[in-house]
């Protein structure tokens, strides 16, 4: 699977939208992107993902750039319960085995 | 719909002690995961199941852990013995699409 690439922390005020990045320049044609979050003291929850078209859902927007090469998560007014490290993770259908780094650490300030 | 259930939620044992872990997945996910998630860093895959069968056990270490998934439902997680460098959050996780994994909140496993 395709190596990942997000900064290791970022802060948001509340109300705005948090723009978390991530670098995947070696994904391959297969390979789709997901997002997780995980806040502090609790398992890891699915956000949403992508394989090249924008996708869209109740908790937030997911942008892939055209080569893939790289994507942006966006909560779009981002509350303090945001507070979370968020994890892109690339990996190819079939492969079932999501491999986490160490994410981002977002704090949302009030 | 109840979520992924683990126990105990905390324990401490000392070192060379055994010690178990138990996770109920959500009813009708086939695919159960356990991950471990040292402190600071992302969860890490142990096992994953298909039903009874392990898939994937790669990153167990077998010479002191085991897991098991009778029936295909339950599965448990034992260290024996546990070692200091075992202090970590187990996670259970169970799914039923590719990708879209439901995680328990874990159990956190300190070994003095």
């Known amino acids: 699977d395709a190596k990942t690439t997000q900064p290791p922390s970022m802060d948001c005020a509340e109300g705005r939208a948090a723009n978390l990045p991530c670098n995947h320049s070696?994904?391959?044609?297969?390979?789709?992107v997901y997002w997780y979050r995980q806040i502090h003291s609790q398992g890891p929850q699915y956000i949403i993902h992508?394989?090249?078209n924008n996708e869209t859902n109740e908790m937030a927007s997911l942008i892939i750039t055209e080569d893939r090469k790289s994507s942006t998560l966006i909560l779009p007014h981002a509350t303090l319960r945001d507070t979370a490290v968020y994890y892109c993770?690339?990996?190819?259908?079939?492969?079932?085995?999501?491999?986490f780094g160490t994410g981002t650490r977002l704090t949302i300030i009030p | 719909e109840a979520g992924v259930v683990q126990s105990p939620r905390y324990k401490i044992i000392e070192k060379k002690q055994p010690v178990a872990f138990w996770c109920n997945p959500i009813?009708?996910?086939?695919?159960l995961y356990w991950y471990l998630q040292n402190l600071g860093q992302g969860p890490e895959l142990l096992i994953r199941?298909?039903?009874?069968?392990?898939?994937?056990d790669s990153q167990l270490p077998k010479d002191r852990f085991s897991a098991e998934r009778l029936k295909g439902v339950d599965s448990t997680l034992k260290i024996q013995p546990a070692e200091l460098g075992d202090s970590a959050v187990y996670l259970c996780?169970?799914?039923?699409?590719?990708?879209?994994?439901?995680f328990g909140e874990g159990s956190r496993l300190t070994v003095l």
């Open positions: 996780a169970s799914s039923t699409e590719f990708g879209e994994l439901f």
């Open positions: 070696t994904i391959s044609g297969n390979e789709y």
């Open positions: 992508g394989l090249k």
């Open positions: 993770i690339v990996i190819g259908f079939g492969n079932e085995k999501l491999t």
């Open positions: 009813s009708g996910h086939n695919t």
């Open positions: 199941y298909e039903n009874e069968e392990a898939v994937d």
